[in-house]
Each structure stands twice: as structure tokens, then as C-alpha cells.
């Protein structure tokens, strides 16, 4: 097995879109919290990634709450800890390169990108 493909593998599942029988607008604040994470990341450690903060501000617009609260949310903080513990494994260029497609779908769609 490459070296690569476990560090892939364990990052797509920690960032996986949260699938679960919440309501919309929970599932809205769970994905976009987690992947406001790792567009917080992204902006400390990855230059070459963009990072379009319309679209956050827009889901929290539509699940009324606010960027300041989706940074209190449970899921930030659990991302906040996957990051870590990928980064102390794989180390910061393998964050950096799997966080685009991470978050590609869902409510965390549009967020993160490479520019």
C-alpha cells in the first residue's frame, strides 16, 4: 500500500459531509462549521488555497446563525482536532493538499478551492 493512499483515506473520512437524519438547517451549520475549520487552516497554511467566504457567510446567513457562532459550533471544534491530529501524521502539505476535496460537497461546497 502506498504511503499516500492511508493519509488520504483517513482525511477523506474525518472530513467527509456529515450524512444523518438532521434537519436541514443542522446539517447546514455541522458542514459548514467543519469545513470553516479547515478554511481557518487554510489561510494559516495554505497559501495556495482560496478560500471564498461568501458562500460561508451565506449558509449561516440561510441556517440563521453567524460565522462568530459556526466557530463555537461542536463541529468546528471536532475538525479543529481531525486537522491536528492529520497534520502531526501526515504533516502540514498533505492537509493542505486533501482539504479541497474534503469539503466538495454538501453545504461545505464552494468554500475551499485551489487557485
Not at 483515506?9 to 447546514?28: G, K, V, Y
Not at 495554505?46 to 459556526?70: F, G, Q, Y
Amino acid at each position: 500500500m502506498s504511503r499516500l493512499v492511508l493519509p488520504v483515506a483517513l482525511a477523506t473520512l474525518l472530513f467527509s459531509p456529515i450524512e444523518s437524519a438532521a434537519s436541514d438547517r443542522d446539517a447546514n451549520i455541522a458542514q459548514t462549521a467543519s469545513a470553516l475549520a479547515s478554511a481557518d487552516y487554510a489561510r494559516r497554511h495554505c497559501p495556495r488555497i482560496k478560500i471564498d467566504d461568501s458562500v460561508i457567510e451565506e449558509n449561516a446567513a440561510d441556517a440563521d446563525t453567524t460565522v462568530a457562532a459556526l466557530r463555537e459550533d461542536e463541529s468546528y471544534k471536532e475538525q479543529v482536532v481531525a486537522l491536528k491530529s492529520v497534520e502531526a501524521q501526515s504533516g502540514r502539505s498533505m492537509v493542505c493538499l486533501v482539504l479541497p476535496a474534503a469539503h466538495s460537497g454538501g453545504y461545505a461546497a464552494g468554500i475551499i478551492d485551489v487557485r
